[in-house]
């Protein structure tokens, strides 16, 4: 396929009707039922089988990276914690380290270690989400609801800590916003090991199916080489065998004093990127309960540090990143000395991981696009930002 | 002419008001089962997935599909501009008068009185009673591929066609399922395939026989896990994309009555149609006579639409390659060699062999039998490009950018520009579509 | 043969009513439902974009194979079911048997062809 093709589709797109082709131009998206929101590809098909597939971006738009230029840096957690809408307490931790870094500050060790619970425990939760979701691609209709009941323990916790169910706005530069409830850490243990006891029933409900497997096994294999060269990140490279994790490869938080297990896959087809993803849920609920024990052992005393009034981070730059949920997500803070951003360039996983469908869509039947597209696990707003 | 109460012949001497009363009978008992059916489904999958389901309209949320009904019927009619107008309007009609019409040959039970006339609880019955079945069948397949065709949309047209395929593929392997039940009943009428099921019921006697039936059944129907033809994730509604209103429910109305059409067909050829369960009529000599066994018959049916919902509830979705390999390499040919097999042993028992030449001649026979369906389905197999069984080429172990982590090595080959060649694409001169 | 046809008029009154039913339900459809169409409502769905050309263009469709194997497949069911009623009556013995495995091994090397040239298999 070379680049005077490409301009043949677009040629027809505008109306070009005489230079039709034999094969069917499809649009999955914006508005399709397995797109989880508004990507969209435009797909050629010949008969059944896609012949290229283009990812079509920027339907959710929405400046992030513009706008934080514009806003002060208590401001931009608010921001930034929205473009991966199913990881967020994951996305404000990437910010709050960059101005922590630039800052010098050093964040009280209770503050630490809280947040490392909580990015687990996000983790969790968003992993549970395309646990559920990716059943449903394939047809399976009913995890998603085992998957919501799980979700719903941990985000009780997490809501009583924070007050929000998406959006927790917790993270402050130098701690966390409050300090813990009395009794919170009980019932957070409380809800690890439910969720923990429970996630069997997932397991035996859609992870050992012989139709699930015959779907999802030697379907849109991902090599190595695809995986470095379009930069794709987290659970989807890891179940290709690229063993990289931030947690344990460069620890951020408390990930040094932890001991992460990496879950890794050498196959790197669709049910390998599922079974890391359940396979993870099992590691983060076991590093969560290591940072629930560090948490009771640890003495009273601040969760954050005091702020002056006008926050303004001296001039220079640096680059957090931080393994979300869904891959890297990466902070280049350009900072003049004032009290907003430079520049603040925002690296997000699913906008890298989703590029790669370009690849590894073509010569699959339509119905295994679903099943590709599903297992890229990829959040609208973090590819749009 | 004489009118006898027993046999086929019984049907043609029902009174006018008799069988206008059976049409009516059964055109309400159709909408009431698609209805319950319905709200079972909702309710039942509700429980499965920790919900509770519909309970608001009326008791227990009894009249949600009513509601639902209603409402589409109030919806505005979108008939998109590039549509076939005539076929589009025909398709939903070709889809749901059709699957009335197969209920008709079911016997609910024996011969009764009503209002002081002989009558067997059943439509009528023809001498080719199955065969009127999978022709209203046929039938409504062609709703779904004129819908399809109709609609102008890339979605429909993929749906129908995929509909079409699947649905006539399955109905070969269920026709076939039929065989061996004909062989023992001898007779393709209904009444006389329950009647032929007194002692022992052929879903136990023809087990693969009657496991093939519940694999087609499920194609049949279009349900997970053979819901391709509406698979929506993959083709957002499938043939039905472009429909709305009543149109659409009509669709909805057909599939369900076919539901319960498949799971009455099920009982009759294969459950014993309307006689008791076992146990039941060794303790209780009157189970089978009067209006007890409607009873038995309705418990029947409802276990197999409990049995469609609770795969819905608990399956995914084959893939369309897997489907048509399950329909035509494993389902047919199993097939066939069980009729072969059956008749063979029919008759050869009733020439005379003894017990132990049979079972002899019967093993070699079904060893020869899957032993070719296994070689054939090995040497079919081989040119596939995609195998989903095969064990998936592992990354390589090789690992030339260790130690350069985390940043990847510059040197790899780029991808951008290295398509497939599969994409060269032809093109056709102008005024060709 | 007056009987034989009683046995039908059922199904004719089921038709009838049937028919009846679906035709004044969409008769009843049209008087009560709104019919406010709008140019962008009379598009063909196509995931919330303008839809591409038209909805046609020539396709290698590839389930026309399967609509041959059923016409072959369909006359092989048509066949049998007669055959499977009568053959254990009287006067049919292990030639009728014989008869149809010739039968069926003439479809089966049909199928079996049919597999060998992979128009079973999904391309």
Redesign the interface.
Known sequence: MTTDHQQLIVGIGAGARELATEDMILNIGPQHPSTHGVLRLRITLDGERIQTAEPIVGYMHRGAEKLFEVRDFRQIIVLANRHDWLSAFANELGVVLAVERMLGMEVPERAVWARTLLAELNRVLNHLMFLGSYPIEMGAITPIFYAFREREEIQRVMEEISGGRMHYMFNRVGGLKEDLPAGWLGRTRHAVSDVRSRMGDIRNLIAGNEIFHARTRGVGVLSREQILQYGVSGPIARAAGVDFDLRRDEPYLAYGELTVPVVTRKEGDCLARFECLLDQVYVSLDLADACLDRLERLPQGPINQRLPKILKVPEGHTYAWTENPLGINGYYLVSRGEKTPWRLKLRSASYNNIQVLAEILPGNLVADMIAILGSMFFVVGDIDK | ?KCTTEG??G???DPWWL??G???V??VFLVLTVLLSMWVERRV?GR????IGPNRCGPFGLLQGLADGVKL??????????VDKVVF?LAP?VS??????SF?IIPFGPTVSIFGHQTQLQ????P?AV??VLAMSSMGIYGIVLAGWS?????S??GG??S??QM??Y??AM??S???V??F????STSQIVAGQQHIWYGVLLLPSFLIYIITMMGESNR??F??PE??????GGFH??YS???FA?FFLAEYINLATLSALATTLFLGGWHAPPPITTIWAGANSGWWPVLWFLIKIWAFIFFFIWL???????????L??LG??VL??IS?GW??LV??I??AS??GLNQTQLLIYGGITIAVVLVGSFA?DL???S???????????????AEP?QGG??V??LD????H?V??E???????????? | MNTYFHDYLVVFVLVLLGAGIVAGGLGGNRLLRPHRPTREKLTTYECGVDPVGEGWAQSYVRYYVFAYLYVVFAVDAVFLFPWATVFALKGYGPTTLGEMFVFLGFLAAGLAYAAKKKVLSWV
Not at chain 2, 151 to 155: A, D, G, K, L, V
């Open positions: 002419m086929i012949a049907f043609g001497c069988i206008g059976k049409a009516l059964i055109f999958i499965m997935q920790l919900r019927a109030l919806k505005e009619d979108i008939v998109p501009a590039g309007w009609v749901a008068v059709p699957a009335f019409i008709i439509g009528t019955d023809l080719v065969l009127l609609s102008m949309s890339p979605y047209l993929l066609l995929r079409s395929a006539i593929s109905e070969i026709s076939l039929f065989v061996a004909f062989m009943a001898g007779s393709m997970i896990p819901d391709l698979g929506e994730g993959e083709l957002v994309t472009e209103s009543l149109k009509m819905r509830g608990s399956l995914p979705r084959v893939r369309y390659d897997q048509m390999k035509w390499k047919m040919p066939l009729i072969l008749a063979t029919r008759t009733r020439e054939w040497v079919a197999t040119g596939r490009q995609v195998d989903p069984y095969a064990e998936p080429e592992r990354a390589t172990a950018a982590f985390p990847p090595p790899l080959p780029h991808y520009g398509l497939p599969t994409a060269a694409r032809k093109e056709v001169s102008s005024g060709t579509h």
